[in-house]
């Protein structure tokens, strides 16, 4: 049976790419930079045409429109890059999963994929996987090593796995400027895009997907209390779900162990979707990592530089471990999802 693997991971990095100042200046409000520095935490955020924020209701196929036009901006950055690094080798596209978080299965977003890659979705299948939050990228590995295990790929043929996310056009449908505000200092308004290459071949080293298994716990809420003091936002995970995540996330993590036939001591690398600094310092304290680990290190990074870019956010961080080399020749990683609800996944990987 062929190995299918995570070969190449291609994220959007185009403009406008704006510093917490300059979030300030696009949106006149002189609070901006406290919230942002002080409660967030984040070096820097990509912030997606913040000048049409304003405080009024759009219709609904207005913000389909500008919600398309921020897709059709990212997904073409990200297919500009592919198509320059693969113009001359001629591979063949099984598959295209879109990740999308909006919850919005339109066929646009599917269409504009198509064009952009000059595909023909009657013979191509193109996936579509929304609502999923911030496992979005997490849950189409797991798709694709599903869709694999009975079908696998041939030398020189993909599955493409994008993820896009415009959660600042998102968060103003509907919602007064006031409420914005707070909710752009205080959650998702990183917009974020990134590509994932999941190939057969013995050409390039990559991680190979090994198995999965995800686990559902309803009786625990994710969510990010917000309150405003009149100078400030007090932001962060609640301490009850704090306390309450540690002992799931790890049996989370044993029986994704288990399901695989590994051991804990196996895993050489902890790969988890930042969400946010305390999710990474949480995974950090469940597995017994020590202080300046690799995989903790990693994943702060791209929390702090990046913002949470929703569902793509996985992929810009395993692009991390990519760029740094932080993966060996044999390395068994554990791949962890977080989403809300909560659900937690794990994905084994051999790096090879």
């Known amino acids: 049976m062929r190995h299918t693997k995570v070969t190449e991971i291609y994220t959007y990095e185009g403009d406008p790419h704006c510093s917490s100042q300059d979030a300030m200046?696009?949106?006149?409000?002189?609070?901006?930079?406290?919230?942002?520095?002080?409660?967030?935490?984040?070096?820097?955020?990509?912030?997606?045409?913040?000048e049409q924020v304003r405080d009024e209701r759009m219709g609904d196929q207005e913000y389909l429109t500008l919600l398309s036009n921020a897709f059709r901006t990212m997904a073409t950055a990200l297919v500009d890059q592919y198509r320059a690094d693969e113009a001359n080798a001629k591979r063949q596209i099984r598959s295209v999963t879109l990740?999308?978080?909006?919850?919005?299965?339109?066929?646009?977003?599917?269409?504009?994929?198509?064009?952009?890659l000059q595909l023909d979705q009657n013979t191509v299948p193109f996936f579509h996987?929304?609502?999923?939050?911030?496992?979005?990228?997490?849950?189409?590995?797991?798709?694709?090593?599903?869709?694999?295990?009975?079908?696998?790929l041939e030398e020189g043929e993909r599955d493409l796995v994008f993820a896009v996310e415009v959660p600042s056009i998102t968060l103003r449908r509907g919602r007064s400027f006031a409420e914005l505000l707070y909710l752009i200092s205080d959650a998702v308004i990183s917009?974020?895009?990134?590509?994932?290459?999941?190939e057969s071949?013995?050409?390039?080293?990559?991680?190979?997907?090994?198995?999965?298994?995800?686990?559902?716990?309803?009786?625990?809420?994710?969510y990010l209390p917000s309150k405003f003091d009149g100078e400030q936002i007090q932001y962060g995970l609640h301490p009850e779900f704090v306390d309450n995540l540690s002992p799931v996330l790890?049996?989370?993590?044993?029986?994704?162990i288990e399901h695989v036939g590994l051991t804990k001591e196996q895993i050489n690398r902890w790969v988890v979707?930042?969400?946010?600094?305390?999710?990474?310092?949480?995974?950090?304290?469940?597995?017994?990592?020590?202080?300046?680990?690799?995989?903790?290190?990693?994943?702060?990074?791209?929390?702090r530089s990046q913002g949470n870019t929703m569902s793509s956010l996985f992929l810009y961080n395993l692009k991390n471990y990519f760029n740094r080399g932080a993966f060996k020749e044999g390395d068994l990683a554990m791949l962890v999802g977080i989403a809300p609800g909560v659900e937690i996944g794990t994905l084994a990987a051999r790096y090879q």
Not at 107 to 116: D, G, K, M, Q, V
């Open 250 to 256: 790890r049996l989370a993590v044993d029986r994704g």
């Open 99 to 116: 990740i999308n978080s909006q919850g919005i299965p339109q066929p646009t977003f599917s269409n504009i994929l198509a064009e952009l």
């Open 25 to 50: 200046q696009r949106l006149g409000q002189e609070s901006m930079e406290h919230l942002f520095v002080t409660v967030t935490q984040y070096k820097q955020r990509r912030l997606f045409a913040l």
């Open 129 to 152: 996987i929304t609502g999923v939050n911030c496992a979005g990228s997490f849950h189409a590995l797991q798709h694709i090593y599903n869709l694999r295990k009975d079908a696998p």
């Open 273 to 303: 979707h930042p969400g946010g600094i305390t999710v990474v310092q949480c995974l950090k304290n469940t597995m017994g990592l020590p202080d300046g680990d690799l995989d903790v290190e990693i994943g702060l990074d791209t929390i």
């Open 191 to 198: 917009d974020g895009a990134a590509l994932a290459v999941v």
């Open 201 to 222: 071949t013995r050409e390039r080293k990559g991680l190979q997907l090994l198995g999965h298994l995800s686990l559902t716990f309803p009786k625990f809420a994710h």
